[in-house]
Protein backbone atom coordinates (compact mmCIF):
# COMPACT_ATOMS: atom_id res chain seq x y z
CA UNK A 1 0.00 0.00 0.00
CA UNK A 2 1.15 3.55 -0.76
CA UNK A 3 0.01 7.04 0.55
CA UNK A 4 -2.22 9.08 -1.70
CA UNK A 5 -0.96 12.39 -2.44
CA UNK A 6 -4.16 14.00 -4.01
CA UNK A 7 -7.75 13.40 -3.54
CA UNK A 8 -9.66 11.59 -7.13
CA UNK A 9 -9.07 14.11 -10.34
CA UNK A 10 -11.84 16.22 -11.15
CA UNK A 11 -11.52 15.38 -15.06
CA UNK A 12 -13.18 11.59 -16.27
CA UNK A 13 -10.22 9.14 -14.81
CA UNK A 14 -9.45 5.90 -12.47
CA UNK A 15 -9.36 7.35 -9.21
CA UNK A 16 -6.82 5.29 -7.06
CA UNK A 17 -8.28 3.13 -4.52
CA UNK A 18 -8.09 3.08 -0.64
CA UNK A 19 -8.85 1.64 2.28
CA UNK A 20 -9.75 2.73 5.50
CA UNK A 21 -9.49 1.35 8.63
CA UNK A 22 -12.11 1.50 11.89
CA UNK A 23 -8.72 3.44 14.02
CA UNK A 24 -8.85 5.78 11.10
CA UNK A 25 -12.34 6.45 10.87
CA UNK A 26 -13.02 6.90 14.86
CA UNK A 27 -9.82 9.33 15.05
CA UNK A 28 -11.51 11.33 11.77
CA UNK A 29 -15.05 11.48 14.11
CA UNK A 30 -14.02 11.76 17.59
CA UNK A 31 -14.82 14.66 19.42
CA UNK A 32 -16.59 16.00 15.81
CA UNK A 33 -20.55 15.24 17.26
CA UNK A 34 -21.69 19.00 16.17
CA UNK A 35 -19.60 18.61 12.95
CA UNK A 36 -21.21 15.87 12.17
CA UNK A 37 -24.89 16.50 13.36
CA UNK A 38 -25.15 19.04 10.94
CA UNK A 39 -23.50 17.13 8.35
CA UNK A 40 -26.56 14.98 8.70
CA UNK A 41 -29.26 17.30 8.75
CA UNK A 42 -27.85 18.96 5.85
CA UNK A 43 -28.33 15.30 4.14
CA UNK A 44 -31.70 14.70 5.72
CA UNK A 45 -32.76 18.05 3.89
CA UNK A 46 -31.29 17.43 0.67
CA UNK A 47 -32.96 14.11 0.52
CA UNK A 48 -35.85 15.80 1.39
CA UNK A 49 -35.26 17.90 -1.92
CA UNK A 50 -35.16 14.75 -4.05
CA UNK A 51 -31.19 15.52 -4.46
CA UNK A 52 -30.94 12.00 -3.64
CA UNK A 53 -31.17 7.97 -4.32
CA UNK A 54 -31.89 5.90 -1.42
CA UNK A 55 -33.87 2.74 -2.91
CA UNK A 56 -35.03 -0.31 -0.32
CA UNK A 57 -32.72 -2.33 1.67
CA UNK A 58 -32.05 -6.09 0.94
CA UNK A 59 -32.05 -8.04 3.23
CA UNK A 60 -30.16 -11.50 2.88
CA UNK A 61 -31.31 -13.86 5.62
CA UNK A 62 -30.22 -17.71 6.33
CA UNK A 63 -32.63 -20.22 6.57
CA UNK A 64 -30.03 -21.73 9.33
CA UNK A 65 -29.51 -18.78 11.05
CA UNK A 66 -32.62 -17.08 11.15
CA UNK A 67 -31.75 -14.25 13.55
CA UNK A 68 -28.89 -12.86 11.74
CA UNK A 69 -28.74 -11.38 8.73
CA UNK A 70 -26.75 -8.99 6.11
CA UNK A 71 -27.95 -6.13 4.75
CA UNK A 72 -27.30 -3.76 1.53
CA UNK A 73 -28.62 -0.24 1.49
CA UNK A 74 -27.11 1.59 -1.68
CA UNK A 75 -27.56 5.24 -1.89
CA UNK A 76 -27.08 8.36 -3.76
CA UNK A 77 -26.85 11.50 -2.31
CA UNK A 78 -26.00 15.06 -4.34
CA UNK A 79 -25.59 18.70 -2.81
CA UNK A 80 -22.06 19.51 -1.96
CA UNK A 81 -21.30 15.53 -0.76
CA UNK A 82 -21.77 14.09 -4.28
CA UNK A 83 -21.03 10.58 -4.12
CA UNK A 84 -22.44 6.62 -5.23
CA UNK A 85 -22.05 3.71 -2.79
CA UNK A 86 -23.15 0.93 -0.66
CA UNK A 87 -23.03 -0.17 3.20
CA UNK A 88 -23.32 -3.65 3.35
CA UNK A 89 -24.09 -4.69 7.50
CA UNK A 90 -24.22 -7.78 8.76
CA UNK A 91 -26.32 -8.57 12.52
CA UNK A 92 -24.97 -11.85 13.86
CA UNK A 93 -27.07 -11.66 17.80
CA UNK A 94 -25.02 -15.07 18.66
CA UNK A 95 -21.55 -13.07 18.38
CA UNK A 96 -22.57 -11.14 21.61
CA UNK A 97 -22.22 -14.32 23.64
CA UNK A 98 -19.01 -14.41 22.20
CA UNK A 99 -17.66 -10.92 23.46
CA UNK A 100 -17.77 -9.57 20.11
CA UNK A 101 -20.06 -6.76 18.56
CA UNK A 102 -23.24 -8.11 16.90
CA UNK A 103 -22.82 -5.96 13.84
CA UNK A 104 -19.83 -5.39 11.34
CA UNK A 105 -19.99 -3.19 8.50
CA UNK A 106 -18.06 -2.08 4.89
CA UNK A 107 -18.94 0.92 3.05
CA UNK A 108 -17.30 1.41 -0.17
CA UNK A 109 -17.72 4.95 -1.98
CA UNK A 110 -18.13 5.00 -5.84
CA UNK A 111 -16.75 8.06 -7.88
CA UNK A 112 -19.89 10.00 -8.86
CA UNK A 113 -18.34 10.53 -12.75
CA UNK A 114 -17.10 7.19 -13.64
CA UNK A 115 -18.54 5.07 -11.26
CA UNK A 116 -15.49 3.76 -10.19
CA UNK A 117 -15.38 2.86 -6.32
CA UNK A 118 -12.71 4.64 -4.74
CA UNK A 119 -12.66 3.88 -0.88
CA UNK A 120 -13.22 0.80 1.44
CA UNK A 121 -14.16 2.37 5.09
CA UNK A 122 -14.71 -0.33 8.21
CA UNK A 123 -18.59 0.80 8.66
CA UNK A 124 -19.61 0.15 11.95
CA UNK A 125 -18.66 3.30 13.66
CA UNK A 126 -19.59 5.21 10.75
CA UNK A 127 -22.93 3.55 11.16
CA UNK A 128 -22.80 4.06 14.91
CA UNK A 129 -22.08 7.47 14.23
CA UNK A 130 -24.79 8.41 11.61
CA UNK A 131 -27.47 6.44 13.74
CA UNK A 132 -26.73 8.99 17.00
CA UNK A 133 -26.52 12.27 14.71
CA UNK A 134 -29.84 11.62 13.84
CA UNK A 135 -31.04 10.74 17.32
CA UNK A 136 -29.69 13.72 18.89
CA UNK A 137 -30.44 15.89 16.07
CA UNK A 138 -34.44 14.38 16.74
CA UNK A 139 -34.05 15.13 20.28
CA UNK A 140 -32.64 18.38 19.96
CA UNK A 141 -35.73 19.60 17.17
CA UNK A 142 -38.20 17.29 18.21
CA UNK A 143 -37.79 18.93 22.21
CA UNK A 144 -38.23 22.56 20.97
CA UNK A 145 -41.70 24.04 21.85
CA UNK A 146 -41.51 21.21 25.08
CA UNK A 147 -39.62 21.07 28.23
CA UNK A 148 -36.44 19.85 27.30
CA UNK A 149 -35.81 16.71 28.79
CA UNK A 150 -34.02 16.10 31.80
CA UNK A 151 -33.88 12.12 32.80
CA UNK A 152 -33.21 10.17 30.29
CA UNK A 153 -33.39 6.30 29.64
CA UNK A 154 -31.62 3.90 27.62
CA UNK A 155 -33.65 0.41 26.65
CA UNK A 156 -30.88 -1.61 25.20
CA UNK A 157 -27.67 -1.01 26.57
CA UNK A 158 -24.96 -1.74 23.37
CA UNK A 159 -22.95 -0.06 20.71
CA UNK A 160 -26.03 2.19 19.22
CA UNK A 161 -26.74 3.38 22.71
CA UNK A 162 -23.01 4.40 23.58
CA UNK A 163 -22.81 6.63 20.48
CA UNK A 164 -25.85 8.20 21.11
CA UNK A 165 -25.34 9.16 24.82
CA UNK A 166 -21.74 10.25 23.51
CA UNK A 167 -23.38 12.34 20.69
CA UNK A 168 -26.47 13.90 23.58
CA UNK A 169 -23.27 14.88 25.58
CA UNK A 170 -21.28 16.03 22.72
CA UNK A 171 -24.26 18.15 21.48
CA UNK A 172 -24.68 19.93 24.79
CA UNK A 173 -27.04 18.23 26.16
CA UNK A 174 -27.05 17.33 30.54
CA UNK A 175 -29.21 15.43 32.63
CA UNK A 176 -30.93 15.32 36.03
CA UNK A 177 -30.51 11.61 35.95
CA UNK A 178 -30.04 8.54 33.57
CA UNK A 179 -32.34 5.10 33.60
CA UNK A 180 -30.98 2.09 32.51
CA UNK A 181 -32.46 -0.74 31.49
CA UNK A 182 -31.48 -4.07 29.66
CA UNK A 183 -32.27 -7.74 29.82
CA UNK A 184 -29.07 -8.70 29.88
CA UNK A 185 -27.93 -7.84 33.71
CA UNK A 186 -24.09 -8.09 32.68
CA UNK A 187 -24.59 -5.64 29.72
CA UNK A 188 -26.84 -3.33 32.10
CA UNK A 189 -23.55 -3.12 34.34
CA UNK A 190 -21.29 -2.63 31.99
CA UNK A 191 -23.32 0.56 30.66
CA UNK A 192 -23.58 2.04 34.36
CA UNK A 193 -20.19 1.81 34.26
CA UNK A 194 -19.43 3.39 30.89
CA UNK A 195 -21.77 6.15 32.10
CA UNK A 196 -20.02 7.04 35.46
CA UNK A 197 -16.70 7.14 33.56
CA UNK A 198 -18.26 9.51 30.92
CA UNK A 199 -20.46 11.62 33.52
CA UNK A 200 -19.47 11.19 37.23
CA UNK A 201 -21.41 13.53 38.24
CA UNK A 202 -24.90 12.35 36.98
CA UNK A 203 -27.15 9.86 38.88
CA UNK A 204 -27.32 6.39 37.23
CA UNK A 205 -30.23 3.63 38.14
CA UNK A 206 -30.51 0.64 36.75
CA UNK A 207 -33.86 -0.55 36.35
CA UNK A 208 -35.24 -3.85 36.44
CA UNK A 209 -38.16 -3.37 34.54
CA UNK A 210 -39.47 -1.40 31.26
CA UNK A 211 -42.02 0.10 33.22
CA UNK A 212 -40.08 1.86 36.10
CA UNK A 213 -37.81 2.60 33.11
CA UNK A 214 -40.02 4.72 30.75
CA UNK A 215 -41.63 6.22 33.47
CA UNK A 216 -39.27 7.58 34.98
CA UNK A 217 -37.70 9.21 31.45
CA UNK A 218 -38.55 12.40 29.99
CA UNK A 219 -36.45 11.23 26.65
CA UNK A 220 -36.58 7.41 26.40
CA UNK A 221 -34.01 6.04 24.05
CA UNK A 222 -34.86 2.23 22.33
CA UNK A 223 -31.52 0.72 21.28
CA UNK A 224 -32.48 -3.33 21.31
CA UNK A 225 -32.56 -6.23 18.52
CA UNK A 226 -36.17 -6.77 19.35
CA UNK A 227 -38.15 -8.46 16.36
CA UNK A 228 -41.52 -7.88 17.38
CA UNK A 229 -42.54 -5.63 19.54
CA UNK A 230 -42.83 -6.07 23.72
CA UNK A 231 -43.88 -2.75 24.85
CA UNK A 232 -47.42 -2.47 25.07
CA UNK A 233 -48.95 -0.77 27.77
CA UNK A 234 -49.53 2.72 26.62
CA UNK A 235 -50.48 4.02 30.45
CA UNK A 236 -46.46 3.82 30.73
CA UNK A 237 -45.94 6.79 28.68
CA UNK A 238 -48.79 8.78 29.41
CA UNK A 239 -46.28 11.81 31.08
CA UNK A 240 -45.97 12.09 27.34
CA UNK A 241 -42.08 11.61 26.56
CA UNK A 242 -39.61 12.34 23.98
CA UNK A 243 -38.91 8.17 22.60
CA UNK A 244 -36.02 7.89 19.77
CA UNK A 245 -37.43 4.54 18.56
CA UNK A 246 -33.78 3.52 16.76
CA UNK A 247 -34.30 -0.04 17.02
CA UNK A 248 -37.81 0.51 15.12
CA UNK A 249 -39.58 -2.63 16.53
CA UNK A 250 -40.34 -2.50 20.42
CA UNK A 251 -43.42 -0.49 20.76
CA UNK A 252 -46.97 -2.05 19.98
CA UNK A 253 -48.99 -0.49 17.29
CA UNK A 254 -51.70 1.11 20.32
CA UNK A 255 -48.78 2.81 21.54
CA UNK A 256 -47.88 3.98 18.02
CA UNK A 257 -51.69 4.98 17.01
CA UNK A 258 -51.72 7.04 20.34
CA UNK A 259 -48.92 9.03 19.45
CA UNK A 260 -47.27 11.93 17.82
CA UNK A 261 -45.07 10.13 14.80
CA UNK A 262 -42.14 11.28 12.95
CA UNK A 263 -39.79 9.34 10.68
CA UNK A 264 -36.74 10.03 8.90
CA UNK A 265 -38.59 8.51 5.48
CA UNK A 266 -41.94 7.76 5.29
CA UNK A 267 -41.48 4.59 2.31
CA UNK A 268 -38.10 3.19 3.95
CA UNK A 269 -40.02 3.05 7.68
CA UNK A 270 -43.10 1.29 6.90
CA UNK A 271 -41.86 -1.53 5.80
CA UNK A 272 -40.02 -4.60 7.24
CA UNK A 273 -42.92 -5.26 10.06
CA UNK A 274 -41.68 -2.07 12.12
CA UNK A 275 -44.02 -0.49 14.78
CA UNK A 276 -45.51 2.00 12.38
CA UNK A 277 -45.69 -0.28 9.48
CA UNK A 278 -47.67 -2.94 12.31
CA UNK A 279 -49.60 0.22 12.63
CA UNK A 280 -50.66 0.93 8.81
CA UNK A 281 -51.29 -2.82 8.75
CA UNK A 282 -53.96 -2.67 11.71
CA UNK A 283 -55.76 0.52 10.45
CA UNK A 284 -55.00 0.05 6.37
CA UNK A 285 -53.93 4.43 6.51
CA UNK A 286 -50.96 6.32 7.16
CA UNK A 287 -52.69 9.27 8.78
CA UNK A 288 -50.88 8.45 12.80
CA UNK A 289 -47.86 10.20 10.52
CA UNK A 290 -47.36 13.48 11.30
CA UNK A 291 -44.31 13.60 8.85
CA UNK A 292 -40.55 13.03 8.86
CA UNK A 293 -37.66 14.88 10.36
CA UNK A 294 -37.04 17.06 7.20
CA UNK A 295 -40.55 18.30 7.68
CA UNK A 296 -39.83 19.56 11.17
CA UNK A 297 -36.11 20.87 9.99
CA UNK A 298 -38.21 22.92 7.91
CA UNK A 299 -41.06 24.07 9.70
CA UNK A 300 -43.65 22.40 7.24
CA UNK A 301 -45.29 20.78 10.55
CA UNK A 302 -44.75 21.16 13.93
CA UNK A 303 -45.67 18.52 17.53
CA UNK A 304 -48.24 18.58 20.24
CA UNK A 305 -47.04 18.17 23.61
CA UNK A 306 -50.64 16.59 24.33
CA UNK A 307 -49.01 13.10 24.02
CA UNK A 308 -46.21 10.96 23.55
CA UNK A 309 -43.68 12.19 20.56
CA UNK A 310 -41.99 9.51 18.51
CA UNK A 311 -39.39 9.10 16.03
CA UNK A 312 -39.16 6.24 14.41
CA UNK A 313 -35.63 6.53 11.92
CA UNK A 314 -35.23 3.42 9.34
CA UNK A 315 -31.66 4.62 8.83
CA UNK A 316 -30.82 5.69 5.07
CA UNK A 317 -28.30 4.65 2.87
CA UNK A 318 -27.63 8.70 1.93
CA UNK A 319 -26.27 9.03 6.05
CA UNK A 320 -23.44 6.34 5.60
CA UNK A 321 -22.40 7.80 2.43
CA UNK A 322 -22.01 11.73 3.55
CA UNK A 323 -20.78 10.40 7.04
CA UNK A 324 -18.60 8.26 4.92
CA UNK A 325 -17.23 10.63 2.49
CA UNK A 326 -16.85 13.13 5.54
CA UNK A 327 -14.25 10.50 7.24
CA UNK A 328 -11.95 10.01 3.72
CA UNK A 329 -12.08 13.63 3.02
CA UNK A 330 -10.27 13.81 6.43
CA UNK A 331 -8.04 11.07 6.22
CA UNK A 332 -7.28 12.49 3.13
CA UNK A 333 -6.65 15.90 4.47
CA UNK A 334 -4.22 14.17 7.43
CA UNK A 335 -1.60 12.41 4.41
CA UNK A 336 -2.44 8.83 5.44
CA UNK A 337 -4.91 7.44 3.49
CA UNK A 338 -3.45 4.17 2.34
CA UNK A 339 -3.89 3.05 -1.13
CA UNK A 340 -3.95 -0.03 -2.77
CA UNK A 341 -1.39 -0.08 -5.80
CA UNK A 342 -2.47 -1.38 -8.93
CA UNK A 343 -6.26 -2.53 -7.44
CA UNK A 344 -7.89 -1.37 -10.45
CA UNK A 345 -5.00 -3.70 -12.77
CA UNK A 346 -5.99 -4.08 -16.81
CA UNK A 347 -7.35 -0.56 -17.77
CA UNK A 348 -6.36 -0.73 -21.46
CA UNK A 349 -10.23 -1.53 -23.33
CA UNK A 350 -8.38 -3.82 -25.80
CA UNK A 351 -5.31 -4.77 -23.45
Same mark, same amino acid.
Given at each position: ??V???? &??? %??? $?????? +? ?14 ? $? ?16 V ?8 ? &? ?8 A ?11 D ?7 ? &? ?21 G ?20 A???D??? %? ?32 E +?G ?13 ? !? ?19 IR???L????? $? ?8 L ?5 N ?5 ? %? ?6 ? +?? /?A %? ?11 K ?20 T?D ?12 ? &? ?16 K !? ?19 ? /?R?H?
Open positions: MGAESA &PPE %SIG $VPPFAV +ISGGQVQHALRGRENQ $VMKLVEDTYRVHGAGDSNPPSYFLRF &PDRPTSRIILPASIGGQVRVGLKWISSF &PGNVAAGIPRASAVLILNDHDTYPFACLESSIISATRTAASALAARLS %SGRPRPRRVGFFGVGLIARYIHTFLAGTGWSFD +IVHDLSTDSAAGFRD !YLHRADPDTPVTVHEGAEALSSDVVFAT $VAGTPHVSESWFEHPLVLHV %SLRDLAPQ +IV /L %STNIVDDVEHCLADTSPHLAEQLTGNRDFLTGLDVLAGRVSVPTDR &PLIFSPFGLGVLDLAVG !YVYDEVLRSGELHVVDDFFHD /LRG
